[in-house]
């Protein structure tokens, strides 16, 4: 099981420390960094600082949004970010909810997700591989563009730039049984947003039956710490703003895969103190017992006991959401 750094997305500003946590990362023998986007900071502009000032450790968004760019705009970032850091590109995209699809980037939430994810990761394929014009006649991706306001004179373009690799690797986020069996279909690896190692199932059956090299990268918060307790806050607080915040009290993706791990009752729980703008209740209202076995958190010795259990199922590369160098050694240590 490889080691992954999961930087994710800013807050106010540049998040302090991250190109040196990056840096403490390869220098540990961590395989990858990876960052992230959702209505602030984008995900490749960060990735690029970090590429410039690293030399061997793979680079990946975890996530990239569909709903950000078209994808051959997508395609366009991984073929120059991978070419600028010498092949060390891994490209990770998610769909998003309908709350952030429309609410921010002002686009329609797709009536068929399913069906509008295969079409952007084909499309993507065929940039990558750059063997002719893209082309495709999708329900919601279509190069050239055929709709009813087109001028009819668009024409099938292949990328100027030949992409370095055509093999670069594309992971998906995905969550519901239907979204994970098909990423296993299309995609080179899945981004688990939660992944309990003692619940599997959760995710449907596509899981026990992976194919070969099919990667599997979870985030996972990570603190060497004494109380136990205190060190799952800023994982409540994490899952009290996904489940409570991140979709619509009717349609939220991370409610239902809550739910579905057998927390149903205070998922909805949550959701409820939440949209109520009771913030710090909902947090509080989040299962400790939730919080920690989605993460690893506690002393060397509880950590290494529960990293055991992680190594016994399907994860290739644990992503570590760590805040502290120290951790990271921890980690690295316990993982050689």
Request: proline residues 8%; contains cysteine; glycine residues 10%.
């Amino acid at each position: 099981m490889r080691l992954g750094l999961a930087l994710g997305y800013w807050g106010r500003g540049p998040s302090p420390g991250q190109v040196e946590l990056a840096l403490e990362a390869e220098r540990l023998g961590y395989d990858s960094v990876w960052t992230a986007e959702s209505w602030g900071s984008d995900a490749f502009t960060p990735l690029t600082w970090i590429a410039a000032r690293t030399s061997r450790i793979r680079l990946g968004t975890a996530v990239a949004q569909m709903a950000a760019r078209s994808p051959t705009t997508t395609a366009m970032h991984a073929l120059t970010l991978d070419h600028l850091s010498g092949g060390r590109m891994m490209l990770g995209l998610g769909l998003s909810g309908p709350q952030v699809v429309e609410g921010w980037y002002g686009r329609p939430f797709p009536s068929s997700p399913l069906t509008a994810t295969r079409e952007y990761v084909d499309v993507v394929r065929q940039v990558l591989a750059r063997r002719g014009p893209v082309q495709t006649a999708g329900r919601f991706h279509s190069h050239p563009y055929r709709g009813p306001d087109a001028t009819g004179l668009g024409k099938p373009l292949k990328p100027i730039t030949h992409p370095l690799r055509a093999d670069l690797p594309v992971l998906l986020g995905a969550e519901g049984p239907k979204n994970v069996a098909q990423t296993v279909r299309v995609a080179d690896g899945w981004l688990p947003l939660y992944w309990s190692p003692n619940r599997p199932e959760a995710y449907g059956p596509a899981v026990a039956e992976l194919p070969e090299g099919f990667l599997v990268a979870p985030l996972a918060r990570a603190l060497v710490c004494d109380d136990v307790a205190e060190g799952l806050l800023p994982v409540k607080a994490m899952l009290g703003f996904y489940i409570g915040g991140m979709g619509h009290a009717t349609r939220n993706f991370h409610a239902d895969l809550m739910a579905r791990m057998g927390y149903e009752e205070e998922a909805r729980r949550v959701q409820e103190l939440f949209l109520a703008g009771r913030r710090e209740e909902a947090v509080l209202a989040v299962p400790d017992a939730f919080a920690d076995e989605i993460s690893l958190v506690g002393p060397r010795e509880r950590i290494a006991e529960r990293l055991e259990t992680w190594r016994k199922g399907p994860v290739t590369d644990l992503l570590v959401v760590a805040p502290d160098p120290h951790t990271l050694k921890v980690l690295a240590e316990l993982n050689s």
